[in-house]
T-cell receptor
């Protein structure tokens, strides 16, 4: 089955700095790569996603890049703010499966 | 537009009991997926329902079951509860089935504690 590895598990940055979280996957048939943000006591919230026919997607301060050859994709957050502090999960949808496989999560702490 | 609604938000059960959790998807969404979230195992897929049919099932024992009604609302049931079933159970809805769209919108979860 699909295997998704996410790094780092924790990340602490100063307000205004950039944060990068990386995920690797195993199934080359994977075709959909979303990122979720989960705040304390809440469910995961979809913040950005990318499909396999696109290399990069940006939405204001967040961006996702996909390298299908190397089978990895990354979340980039620029000009971080304290409200960005949360746990971020990557996920992968493989063509053969019918469910998302999630990474183990990254706890991002933005220090004011 | 209302989001995904899960009830109850918190519940405490004892070993051997059973529990039923409810999920109302976003209006117009026809797919409901269930995930279990624990600190040790992370987010694990339980099952997905689309138009009242179970489309996919994860690697969980038969004690975990679910169903979907004609109005797309879904319930999941866990029988003969074990301590290891303590978790946050998340419901997610999607306009189409996950295999085609992938976009999931999660509720805030039902936190189950088994004593």
């Amino acid at each position: 089955g699909e295997n998704v590895e996410q790094h780092p598990s924790t990340l602490s940055v100063q307000e205004g700095d950039s944060a990068v979280i990386k995920c690797t996957y195993s199934d080359s048939a994977s075709n959909y790569f979303p990122w979720y943000k989960q705040e304390l006591g809440k469910g995961p919230q979809l913040i950005i996603d990318i499909r396999s026919n696109v290399g990069e997607k940006k939405d204001q301060r967040i961006a996702v890049t996909l390298n299908k050859t190397a089978k990895h994709f990354s979340l980039h957050i620029t000009e971080t703010q304290p409200e960005d502090s949360a746990v971020y999960f990557c996920a992968v949808l493989s063509a053969g499966r019918r469910a998302l496989t999630f990474g183990s999560g990254t706890r991002l702490q933005v220090q004011p | 537009k209302a989001g995904v609604t899960q009830t109850p938000r918190y519940l405490i059960k004892t070993r051997g009991q059973q529990v039923t959790l409810s999920c109302s998807p976003i209006s117009g969404h026809r797919s409901v997926s269930w995930y279990q979230q624990t600190p040790g195992q992370g987010l694990q897929f339980l099952f997905e329902y689309f138009s009242e049919t179970q489309r996919n099932k994860g690697n969980f024992p038969g004690r975990f079951s679910g169903r979907q009604f004609s109005n797309s609302r879904s319930e999941m049931n866990v029988s003969t509860l074990e301590l290891g079933d303590s978790a946050l159970y998340l419901c997610a809805s999607s306009l189409g089935d996950t295999a085609n769209t992938g976009e999931l919108f999660f509720g805030e979860g039902s936190r189950l504690t088994v004593l």
